[in-house]
């Protein structure tokens, strides 16, 4: 039987859904999977070169099927703190702004929020392997995922950081989801079901999860309980149709 090609981020906030899959010998013998930064992965699902993948939801517009086939992603309440804009100066000053490379979700979260929420017109730049140096002045920078952490912890952050996700939700009163499950054809319900037992295995085990992750910057999992906001939920689903539109609503 030709395997199911099953693509997943490789964060950290990540590590809890695949838990359980990669300790389920019903899955491992039906799946491959691979692990990557969200840009490469979502871009891999509309490519149809996987079958499913935790993706960047903001790929969903690009893709002719699709379907969230698990009841987990990755979502937020508020701060989520792995998706923030660093700036030496206050968003009325900023005149430049750097997009995460890895990015896709998050880099359009940030033009949705210059846009139709702070109503402030900036350049876009699409950023390289090494742009985190050149965040300086009136030009800040979109870092998203395990690297956050290592650049707001460490010896020089910058001076002002805005978590998008607590934006978002200030000015929409709503959740983000920022990566889903996401199908590109109709998968077997045999293997959905199992799949979603595994992404559920490791929320329950979040003790267990974070035991294996030696982490200096920040308690792994306070993180997982207090700022990942597992479940996918009505709200989550109105929040990711207004992001949507919003998106798709920026100026080319």
């Not at 309440?77 to 005149?95: A, K, M, N, Q, R």
Request: aromatic letters at 12%.
């Amino acid at each position: 039987m030709k395997k199911i090609k099953v693509a997943a981020v490789s964060y950290l906030n990540t590590r809890p859904l695949i838990y359980g899959v990669k300790r389920s010998p019903e899955l491992l013998e039906q799946m491959e999977l691979v692990e990557d930064f969200p840009a490469k992965i979502g871009k891999m699902l509309v490519d149809n070169e996987v079958d499913l993948g935790l993706i960047p939801v903001a790929y969903i517009p690009q893709m002719k099927e699709w379907k969230i086939v698990s009841d987990y992603c990755i979502g937020s309440v508020g701060s989520v703190e792995t998706v923030c804009l660093f700036s030496d100066v206050p968003v009325d000053e900023i005149e430049t702004v750097l997009l995460d490379y890895q990015s896709f979700s998050s880099i359009n979260l940030c033009k949705v929020i210059f846009h139709h929420f702070w109503k402030k017109n900036v350049v876009y730049q699409a950023a390289k392997p090494g742009y985190i140096q050149q965040i300086k002045g009136t030009t800040a920078g979109v870092i998203i995922g395990d690297r956050v952490f290592e650049q707001k912890y460490g010896a020089q952050p910058q001076k002002y950081i805005y978590d998008l996700a607590e934006v978002w939700t200030d000015f929409t009163g709503l959740p983000f989801m920022m990566a889903a499950w996401i199908a590109n054809k109709t998968l077997p319900e045999s293997f959905i079901k199992a799949f979603n037992l595994a992404n559920k295995e490791g929320l329950d085990n979040l003790a267990a999860v974070s035991a294996e992750i030696p982490y200096d910057y920040f308690d792994l999992e306070t993180y997982f309980r207090e700022k990942i906001s597992y479940e996918v939920n009505p709200d989550k689903i109105k929040a990711l149709d207004l992001f949507l539109k919003l998106m798709q609503a920026l100026p080319a």
